[in-house]
């Protein structure tokens, strides 16, 4: 029987012991950690997404703030005017789109259904930006070179805005 050459030194083997030892309690110790903060009763609350505006009236805010305040108060007074359209075709659109999620859920599934409710949501768009095409081509008729330059620059100046709640 012959003995390794780290059995024939006690010292080594013991360093290497510890050591091995020492690097499984620290590998045991962060697994603890990361299962404990993921079960914990007080998890780390998340900031909310700032700058996403999902309706028309959040955007259309967007777009008047950038806009100098004499072709701010035009662009509001067209859509004061055109607010209720604008709102029931909005809510056309979102309605739209609920029965698209609907029918790709049902059982029995119906590729017909989809097929159509994908074609209601098409039109509702088409409607609801026909109106938010017009609302923009109103407003812009009253405002001045430099407004409506503002609104023709207005998405590059959005994605390079900072927005704060």
């Not at 914990?40 to 967007?62: E, F, Y």
């Not at 004499?70 to 005017?81: E, G, I, P, Q, T």
């Not at 207005?154 to 994605?159: D, S």
């Amino acid at each position: 029987m012959s003995l390794s050459a780290n059995a024939k030194n006690p010292a080594r083997m013991r360093y290497l012991l510890v050591g091995s030892l020492a690097l499984n309690f620290a590998l045991v110790g962060a697994a603890g950690s990361v299962a404990y903060e993921r079960t914990s009763a007080n998890p780390v609350p998340l900031q909310p997404v700032i700058g996403i505006k999902h309706t028309i009236g959040q955007r259309m805010d967007l777009m008047v703030a950038s806009l100098p305040p004499s072709d701010a108060k035009v662009m509001r007074a067209v859509l004061r005017a055109d607010a209720s359209q604008l709102a029931a075709a909005e809510t056309q659109l979102r309605l739209s789109q609920e029965t698209v999620r609907s029918s790709l859920r049902a059982e029995p599934f119906n590729p017909a259904a989809v097929r159509q409710a994908l074609a209601e949501t098409d039109a509702a768009r088409d409607r609801f930006f026909q109106l938010v095409h017009n609302v923009i081509a109103s407003a812009t008729v009253q405002m001045s070179p430099e407004g409506r330059q503002t609104i023709a620059d207005w998405p590059v100046r959005r994605r390079n805005a900072v927005v704060t709640q």
